[in-house]
C-alpha cells in the first residue's frame, strides 16, 4: 500500500478522497491547497504518489505541479479536474503529470486511477519532427492506460485505422479501433503517419476522459474534428 498526499481545495472532496483510498489500505494525507500541499511534500521523500487539483485559488494546480517536479521528478502526480476536455490537460502533460482524472467520478473510477498510476510506466510521448506531440499514449485516463500498437492500415477507400491496447489495471486488455475516414484525412492534408497515430490517440483520450468507459464495439470513427482535437492539431503542426 502507498503513501499518498491529496491536495485539493474543496473539504468534501478531500474526505471522500481520502475515505476511499484508506478503506484499501492506503496512507492519506491532505492539503487544503498548494502551498500547504508543496510543504507536506517537501523533498518527495516518502511519498509514492500525490493527487492534485487542477484549478485552485492562490496557488494553481499546474504551478504546484512545476515546483512539485523541481523538488522530485519520480513521484506520479494524478492531476484531478472537473473540465470537459481533455486538452485543457496538456500543459499538465507537458509539465510532468503522469495520470489524469475527471470530476465527477465514482470510487472504482478512483482506486483504478490510483492504481494505474502506481503500476504503470512512466509517459513515453511520440516525437515528430523532432518536437513532441501532445499524445496522451501510456498515460492514465480515468483508469485506462493506453498502449499504441505499431503501425497503422490504411483501408481500400482511403480510411487510416489506428489499433491500441486499452488496460484498466490487473484487467484484460481489449483491443480498440479509432478509424479516420478518407475525407477527413484529405482536409487535414499531412503526409506524416505518425501524426495520424497520435490524433487517433487524442480522439481515444477523450472518448475515455469524457465517457470512463470503453467504446462500444471497441470502435471509434473520426467523422469530424471537435474543437479539442482541433486545438490538439493545431498546436502539433505550429
Known sequence: MAKILIVDDESNIRMMLRLALQHVGHTVELAADGYEGLEKFADGAGWELVL??????????????????????????????????????????????????????????????????LTGEPHLPHVANGAPLLSFEQTGINGFRLLSLPGMEKESDGALTKT?????????????????????????????????????GEALANYLWQNAALPPGGRIVVEELTRSLRRWLEAVTA
Do not use: W
Open 52 to 117: 492534485l487539483d487542477h484549478r485552485m485559488p492562490g496557488m494553481e494546480g499546474i504551478e504546484v505541479l512545476k515546483e512539485l517536479r523541481l523538488r522530485d521528478k519520480r513521484t506520479p502526480v494524478v492531476m484531478i479536474t472537473a473540465f470537459g476536455t481533455v486538452d485543457l490537460a496538456s500543459e499538465a502533460l507537458r509539465e510532468g503529470a503522469t495520470d489524469f482524472l475527471r470530476k465527477p467520478f465514482t470510487v472504482e473510477v478512483l482506486r483504478e486511477a490510483v492504481d494505474a498510476a
Open 164 to 200: 491500441f491496447n486499452v488496460q484498466r489495471v490487473a484487467g484484460i486488455g481489449h483491443a480498440c479501433r479509432v478509424v479516420l475516414p478518407a475525407t477527413l484525412i484529405a482536409r487535414i492534408g499531412s503526409a506524416d503517419e505518425r501524426l495520424y497515430e497520435a490524433l487517433c
